[in-house]
């Protein structure tokens, strides 16, 4: 069992930079593989980037390849998503997820494979 909690969320012109943070709490933070995910309105859920229970390897997607940066702090029991030159097409709720593994390297796009989660942070890109 582990809790998520995201927040840095917020509204922020297109351009602009925004880090977002998910804590975890009541589990081994170092045992779980780490992910975010974003909604827009309307649309599906889908896979943003993922980090390994080391945070020595890394996935993004294709839309945001080159201007978000994930990151963990282990100690902290912290995750970060870095957003640079923010578009407005990044306007969604983003979601923190977690799910633990034995392969140390394990990094799944998949949402289904994830049984933990966040309750989500809005960010809002504006013109």
């Known amino acids: 069992q582990v809790q998520l909690v995201e927040s840095g969320g917020g509204l922020v012109q297109a351009g602009g930079s925004l880090r977002l943070s998910c804590v975890a709490s009541g589990s081994t933070f170092s045992s779980y593989t780490m992910g975010w995910f974003r909604q827009a309105p309307g649309k599906e859920r889908e896979f943003v980037s993922v980090?390994?229970?080391?945070?020595?390897?890394?996935n993004y997607a294709d839309s945001v390849k080159g201007r978000f940066t994930i990151s963990r702090d282990n100690a902290k029991n912290t995750m970060y998503l870095q957003m640079n030159s923010l578009k407005l097409e990044d306007t969604a709720d983003y979601y923190c997820?977690?799910?633990?593994?034995?392969?140390?390297?394990?990094?799944?796009?998949?949402?289904?494979?994830?049984?933990?989660w966040g309750q989500g942070t809005q960010v809002t890109v504006s013109s």
């Open positions: 980090i390994s229970q080391s945070g020595r390897t890394t």
């Open positions: 997820a977690a799910y633990s593994s034995i392969k140390y390297y394990s990094t799944d796009q998949d949402p289904k494979k994830y049984n933990y």
